[in-house]
């Protein structure tokens, strides 16, 4: 079992910043490839960004490429995203995820963190 803590969350003005942290309780971190996603009101979830488990690959959905940045540290057992140049349609709440590296789904959620961005 994987715990996962989202923080970092909150209101910014469009064109600011926000660090999401995801902290896991885990011995195995690194066995787990990570994900963000977010779901807006009203909308399907959606993937946002994933981080390999030893950080050296990343993919992100086309429409945060540029503005955010997925890493992990695995000695703290925390995937971070960095979001620079927010916009309105950022509005979601975020959610962090884990998968087995010997799987394609992921099986570990975090109860998710609103952020929310002005115009």
């Known amino acids: 079992q994987v715990q996962l803590v989202e923080s970092g969350g909150g209101l910014v003005q469009a064109g600011g910043s926000l660090r999401l942290s995801c902290a896991a309780s885990?011995?195995?971190?690194?066995?787990?490839?990570m994900g963000w996603f977010r779901q807006a009101p009203g909308k399907e979830r959606e993937f946002v960004a994933a981080?390999?488990?030893?950080?050296?690959?990343?993919n992100y959905t086309d429409s945060v490429k540029g503005r955010f940045t997925i890493s992990r540290d695995n000695a703290k057992n925390t995937v971070y995203l960095q979001m620079n140049v927010l916009k309105p349609e950022d509005t979601a709440v975020y959610y962090c995820?884990?998968?087995?590296?010997?799987?394609?789904?992921?099986?570990?959620w975090g109860q998710g963190t609103q952020v929310t961005v002005s115009s």
């Open positions: 995820a884990a998968r087995d590296n010997n799987y394609n789904t992921y099986d570990y």
């Open positions: 885990t011995r195995t971190f690194s066995r787990y490839a």
């Open positions: 981080i390999s488990w030893t950080g050296g690959t990343t």
